[in-house]
């Protein structure tokens, strides 16, 4: 652990918009941080990029990197990394980060160097780090033994849509960034999620080696449960089948030490039904079966609704910090001996 006034070293593990809220909260607390960023995405901008250069995917990385970038030094800068271009036949589609991202991978020869000199030219906080530098294609097994090939077609779920994903797994194999290793083993926390769970969360825990580091650490391991399901991916999902779920792919039920939950406070009626229509609906809490996969609950409202329900990134850094600090209060008076569900 850090010495007495220190900033805490602390590592956030995922992919999309949740790891965008967690570093997005935590920048104002910290300099001290890794973000781990899952390299499975096979569509949209990143994944032409993909396809037409064989460079890993760079659309995580960059949100990352803005992310972690400083609003008085770099808002220009920032705003220029997310410019998405709207025409052009070729450039229609792309984001002028992820362009940049590919092309300082042609000159520099290699994904990790590109990714921290972009940290550079940003002025970032901390790190990015892709998990791994191997190129690999997620996969999801459904129930019915269906195999669903590539990131985007497991979210989208076009065919199928009604059958339970059963496993997920990446097509080859690949081994583990050895700088994200390293800033597992020095980390004080380790924070997985929010995100969408097979497609974002999960697809880190698949690279050889990582679940290994996060088992064999010695810092606070916290899951950050979703505040919505997602239909197609985790309907009908409540807090505690989150918890297994990460706990299957880290390989332990003990490594676990805390999980994040959002007490839902009513959303805006029109927000509510918009959700209800895309058959997605907040995440319950069945405290017993949570207290069954992991020992300590902080359950907080943490929720910022905007046009879509999202964790509110200075909420969601406070309670992970006050984790480090030993506060476990775990429920808010008014659910003291609650069951929400």
Same mark, same amino acid.
Do not use: W
């Given at each position: 652990?850090?010495?007495?006034?220190?900033?805490?070293?602390?590592?956030?593990?995922?992919?999309?918009?949740?790891?965008?809220?967690?570093?997005?909260?935590?920048?104002?607390?910290?300099?001290?941080?890794?973000?781990?960023?899952?390299?499975? !995405?096979?569509? &949209? @901008?990143?994944? %032409?990029?993909? $396809? /037409?250069? +064989? =460079? *890993?995917?760079?659309?995580?990385? #960059?949100?990352?990197?803005?992310?972690?970038?400083?609003?008085?030094?770099?808002?220009?800068?920032?705003?220029?990394?997310?410019?998405?271009?709207?025409?052009?036949?070729?450039?229609?589609?792309?984001?002028?980060?992820?362009?940049?991202?590919?092309?300082?991978? !042609?000159?520099? &020869? @290699?994904?990790? %160097?590109?990714? $921290? /000199?972009? +940290? =550079? *030219?940003?002025?970032?906080?901390? #790190?990015?780090?892709?998990?791994?530098?191997?190129?690999?294609?997620?996969?999801?097994?459904?129930?019915?033994?269906?195999?669903?090939?590539?990131?985007?077609?497991?979210?989208?779920?076009?065919?199928?849509?009604?059958?339970?994903?059963?496993?997920?797994?990446? !097509?080859?194999?690949? @081994?583990?960034?050895?700088?994200?290793?390293?800033?597992?083993?020095?980390?004080?926390?380790?924070?997985?999620?929010?995100?969408?769970?097979?497609?974002?969360?999960?697809?880190?825990?698949?690279?050889?080696?990582?679940?290994?580091?996060?088992?064999?650490?010695?810092?606070?391991?916290?899951?950050?449960?979703?505040?919505?399901?997602?239909?197609?991916?985790?309907?009908?999902?409540?807090? @505690?089948?989150?918890?297994?779920?990460?706990?299957?792919?880290?390989?332990?039920?003990?490594?676990?030490?805390?999980?994040?939950?959002?007490?839902?406070?009513?959303?805006?009626?029109?927000?509510?039904?918009?959700?209800?229509?895309?058959?997605?609906?907040?995440?319950?809490?069945?405290?017993?079966?949570?207290?069954?996969?992991?020992?300590?609950?902080?359950?907080?409202?943490?929720?910022?609704?905007?046009?879509?329900?999202?964790?509110?990134?200075?909420?969601?850094?406070?309670?992970?910090?006050?984790?480090?600090?030993?506060?476990?209060?775990?429920?808010?008076?008014?659910?003291?001996?609650?069951?929400?569900?």
């Amino acid at each position: 652990m850090n010495e007495p006034n220190s900033e805490p070293r602390v590592i956030a593990i995922g992919g999309g918009t949740g790891i965008y809220a967690v570093l997005t909260g935590l920048r104002s607390h910290t300099s001290n941080i890794t973000a781990v960023v899952s390299m499975a !995405d096979n569509g &949209g @901008s990143s994944g %032409r990029l993909r $396809d /037409e250069f +064989g =460079y *890993l995917p760079p659309g995580d990385v #960059r949100r990352c990197l803005v992310a972690l970038a400083s609003d008085e030094d770099s808002m220009l800068l920032r705003r220029l990394f997310e410019y998405r271009f709207e025409r052009g036949l070729g450039l229609n589609g792309h984001t002028f980060g992820n362009l940049l991202l590919t092309a300082l991978t !042609d000159i520099l &020869g @290699s994904t990790d %160097r590109a990714i $921290d /000199e972009a +940290g =550079y *030219l940003l002025r970032i906080k901390g #790190r990015v780090l892709p998990v791994t530098l191997d190129d690999a294609t997620l996969c999801a097994r459904l129930a019915d033994g269906h195999v669903i090939r590539g990131e985007t077609d497991i979210d989208i779920r076009k065919a199928h849509h009604d059958v339970p994903i059963q496993e997920v797994y990446l !097509d080859p194999g690949a @081994s583990a960034n050895p700088e994200a290793l390293r800033a597992i083993e020095e980390a004080d926390l380790i924070v997985l999620g929010p995100g969408d769970l097979y497609t974002s969360v999960i697809p880190n825990l698949l690279i050889g080696g990582i679940p290994e580091a996060i088992r064999a650490s010695r810092a606070k391991c916290v899951y950050v449960c979703n505040v919505m399901t997602k239909h197609g991916e985790t309907d009908k999902f409540a807090a @505690s089948t989150f918890i297994r779920e990460i706990n299957r792919y880290l390989g332990s039920d003990g490594t676990l030490d805390c999980a994040v939950l959002n007490y839902h406070e009513s959303l805006p009626r029109d927000l509510y039904e918009r959700y209800k229509s895309e058959r997605s609906e907040p995440v319950s809490i069945d405290l017993g079966q949570c207290y069954e996969s992991v020992g300590q609950l902080a359950i907080r409202p943490l929720t910022a609704t905007g046009a879509l329900v999202r964790h509110d990134p200075p909420k969601l850094a406070e309670t992970l910090l006050s984790l480090l600090r030993e506060d476990t209060s775990s429920l808010p008076p008014e659910l003291a001996g609650a069951t929400i569900a």
